[in-house]
């Protein structure tokens, strides 16, 4: 009988993973696997992570997410036929699609859209690319890192690490009943901050560059230890959105 070769027993191997993997794995995570990534499922268990996004402060990695960036004249009308009549019809607006309210268009500037897909990996950005992708002035896609911030006290955390007046993305309400975006620094570097419109709790998506996933993740840690900041996984994610649509 032939020799059969010695091949790992490892379904990761062919996983995309998140910068932060290592930081996940130390900290006790149990992965699960969302469109052939890696990602963060549960820490110590979702209930607890719930509890501390609804009380303190949660943070979750959603790097798998998916992301394009569309520039050109044509943003303007790209905008009202994903969106109708929407705060993203102006810069700084943000909106769920028409065709798929888990999918976020944010206006960061007159002729730039942001496009962020779905935090569960079901939505159809897909047909959002198909449909822009005559769209002079698109780059095919966005190397970005993303995190979702949770709790009462985002803004006092975010307040820590920019100068920018995060106030001014929830309109004068908190939690904000309107989405809005920025780009502005963080902690010394660029990013996009995303204020989804949730009016029922208070959060924020940051986006910022792949290579300083770890940089930014660590220092929302460390100033967010004073409200006992919690990882929270996808599990307490879906749990979370589910209690709280958008």
């Not at 149990?30 to 820490?43: G, H, K, L, T």
């Not at 660029?190 to 986006?207: D, F, G, T, W």
Request: charged share 20%; with cysteine; glycine share 8%.
């Amino acid at each position: 009988m032939p020799a059969v070769p010695d091949v790992p027993d490892d379904s990761n191997l062919l996983l995309a993973r998140t910068p932060l993997a290592h930081w996940h794995t130390q900290h006790g995570v149990r992965f699960d696997e969302i469109n052939s990534w890696q990602v963060p499922a549960v820490y110590t268990d979702e209930n607890s992570e719930v509890a501390a996004a609804r009380t303190g402060l949660a943070i979750t990695d959603i790097s798998f997410t998916s992301k394009v960036m569309l520039r050109g004249p044509g943003v303007q009308e790209l905008t009202q036929s994903l969106t109708g009549d929407s705060p993203a019809a102006k810069p700084g607006g943000v909106a769920p699609l028409t065709a798929d309210r888990s999918v976020l268009a944010c206006r960061l500037h007159i002729d730039q859209l942001l496009v962020l897909g779905s935090s569960t990996g079901n939505d159809k950005l897909e047909q959002i690319l198909s449909e822009a992708a005559s769209h002079e002035g698109q780059p095919p896609g966005l190397t970005r890192w993303s995190v979702w911030l949770f709790g009462p006290h985002t803004d006092e955390l975010l307040r820590q690490l920019t100068h920018f007046d995060v106030a001014a993305l929830s309109g004068g309400r908190e939690p904000a009943e309107q989405g809005s975006c920025a780009q502005t620094g963080l902690a010394g570097v660029p990013a996009i901050l995303v204020r989804p419109p949730n009016p029922a709790i208070l959060s924020m998506r940051i986006l910022t560059g792949w290579d300083l996933a770890e940089y930014v993740w660590e220092n929302l840690f460390r100033e967010g230890q004073i409200w006992n900041i919690s990882p929270l996984g996808l599990d307490g994610l879906d749990m979370l959105l589910s209690e709280n649509p958008k």
